[in-house]
């Protein structure tokens, strides 16, 4: 699924259009271990993959992000085996949720390209430096065919500077990178890569406000998008390209003088807890669909946006739907269906 | 500045007091390899014993650019520092040097280690070879000796020891065409020399070094040079080299000594019975004779 985009990128290479070394390597394990090396030395560095290829990157996301070093990639949606599926659902990704990567759900193509030349900005940030995956929906975005204005190199590069690494690997300064921590330094690196995830936030938001400045294009406020969202009553909340085919529903619903909008979940991690509390002062259901499931209680993203708001008073209806799974499609009924059942449930329910 | 002491020069870039076992070859290995390769490399470490023991944080005896990752990832992040080199037009001044011990080499680590190869990456691989994955405590590896005991392949009553002979990385190596060598600690001179080569050499190479661990071996810690000297003189491991395919032997033994010599004074050999030792020597002696033809017929590897 992320062929495509290496694809892409080859001819870019072997046209001479893009400066850039490529390495052909033998797994998505090799790929994400050749990118620290790269990125240590100095160098920006992107790699894309998706479903088994992120799975058998597992091990390695820690350590690139634990290392703070400020890797991009796109992951194409899509779910993991068994049984083996190539279809799209969040899966992959969300099951990546705790290795410290900056994780931003994109809706559109042009959202997609955008968010890339963001997610440089964002990781290499020294207030940062973290690795960010650009996930983008298998298939109903990594196979799609959507015209995108691509914005002018001179541009870019006043946007995004040449890469200026804190530190590198460089015989002229010698560092050591990747040592051993004891238990009496080890619980300080993970404290200082959880704070810097959490400074992240406002370095993505910032990000989002630049990029609207340069390039007259924005998508909410970086972390959270909503639409319609000011008198509702009832919202969905949803990650990715879902959000697209929501906010057809949440029009004809709003002809029909209901009072319905829509929450779009752009960045998971860090997850934006006191944005998503403020858009929901004043509705009173909210059905969050996720493409995913933590097999044995819900949907991850159900779970993660009832916490926002565990120390709240007037806490909100919360329901949480599952859809679209290795592939199914999530139609406009379904959406229509997680509003209507909302507040009439008190378990996950299935649209299928 | 370039003092040198019986040909070696008496720069320092891997300092001491790091936390090695006494008498450690990884050590050793690691602290010859950098005098090869001078201060203008950047070393790529997989985890194990050598990885663990010289940077303990916040202290490190590295004093060239480091960088660990993964047990298994050596060799593509090496990948990844040398194309990253290249990009940045520093691909000339800079030696890329990876060490992985004989479980991230032999074992787990032997994919990207193929991959990088199969790529032409240029870099230059040092597997030191301990025979066992000593850092968790002398697991059975590949590279495992047959019939030495580890914690995993125990000398028990029924089973003595590892039931395999070791895997042949070198011609594996060779099969990929890189430039492979072997080596030894008890032999830097010779040890130094393939480094330099195999850093000079415009591809992968790959050189594997016997590196005693007395304590995976069961062995006082001031017998690691004695037992490493025995292990080329009785051509349990000799040395050579694999150019272009062509194997070339770096040391006969003038008088070759039986394995036994070897084997006895290591606690990891000492349940073995006089067919069992009988068998490795005919396994040695079979090893030297095909390497003496490889030699002789100049019959390419690759
Ligand atoms: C994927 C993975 N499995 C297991 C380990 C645990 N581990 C760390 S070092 C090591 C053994 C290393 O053996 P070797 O490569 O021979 O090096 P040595 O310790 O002997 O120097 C193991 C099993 C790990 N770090 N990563
Ligand atoms: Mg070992």
Known sequence: MDTHIVERLAEFINNGELNAEMIHVESEHSAISAAIGSEATGVRTFTATASQGLALMHEILFIV?????????????????????????HQDSISERDTGWIQLYIESAQEALDTIIQ????????????????????????????????????????????????????????????????????????????????????????????????????????VL????????????????????????????????????????????????????????KNIKNIAVIDRNISLGNEGALFTEFKSAFYNQENKPII???????????????????AFERTGKTNQTEWLS | MDDKIAGITTEEHFASGHRACAGCGAALMARLALKAAGKNTIVVNATGCLEVFSTPYPETAWKIPWIHGAFENAAAIASGVDRALKSLG?????????????????????????????????FCYICYDNGAYMNTGIQRSGATPKYASTTTSPAGSKIHGKTEFKKPMPFIMAAHGAYVATANIAFPLDFIEKVKKGLAFNGPAYIQVFSTCPTGWKLGGGFTIQIARLAVESNITP??????????????PSKVIPVD??????????????????????????????????????????
Not at chain 1, 226 to 249: F, H, L, P, Q, S
């Open chain 1, 65 to 89: 992000a634990g290392m703070r070093l400020p890797v991009v990639m796109a992951v194409a949606n899509r779910a993991l085996s068994a049984p083996i599926n190539i279809w799209n659902d």
């Open chain 1, 119 to 222: 997610a440089y900005k964002i990781a290499e940030n020294h207030e940062v430096l973290l690795p960010v995956m650009v996930c983008l929906d298998g298939f109903t975005l990594s196979h799609v065919f959507e015209p995108v204005d691509i914005p002018n190199e001179k541009d870019v590069n006043k946007f995004l500077p040449k890469y200026n690494p804190l530190f590198k690997l460089d015989p002229k300064k010698p560092v050591t990178m990747g040592p051993i921590g004891f238990p009496d330094t080890y619980m300080e690196f993970r404290q200082e890569t959880h704070e810097a995830i959490i400074r992240a936030k406002e370095i993505i938001k910032k990000t989002n406000t630049e990029f609207k400045k340069s390039f007259n294009r924005g998508y909410g406020d970086g």
């Open chain 2, 239 to 252: 040395l050579y080299e694999i150019e272009k395919g062509v194997v070339k032997i770096s040391k006969k």
């Open chain 2, 261 to 302: 010599e070897y084997l006895k004074s290591q606690g990891r050999f000492k349940h073995l019975n006089e067919s069992e030792i009988k068998e490795i020597q005919e396994n040695v002696d079979e090893n030297w004779q095909k390497l003496l033809d490889l030699e002789k017929n100049k019959s390419k590897m690759c």
């Open chain 1, 225 to 280: 998008e909503t639409y319609k969202i000011e008198d509702a009553e009832y919202a969905v909340v949803a990650m990715g390209t879902i959000c697209g085919t929501a906010r057809v529903v949440v029009d004809e619903m709003r002809k029909e003088g209901k009072k319905v909008g829509l929450i779009k979940i752009k960045c998971f991690r860090p997850f934006p807890k006191e944005e998503i509390t403020n858009c929901c």
């Open chain 1, 319 to 337: 329901n949480g739907f599952v859809a679209g799974l290795g592939g199914r499609d999530v139609t406009k009924e379904h959406i229509k269906k």
């Open chain 2, 90 to 122: 520093k691909r000339k001044d800079v030696n890329v040097l990876a060490f992985g011990g004989d479980g991230g080499t032999f074992d787990i680590g032997f994919q990207a280690l193929s991959g990088a190869a199969e790529r032409g990456d240029n």
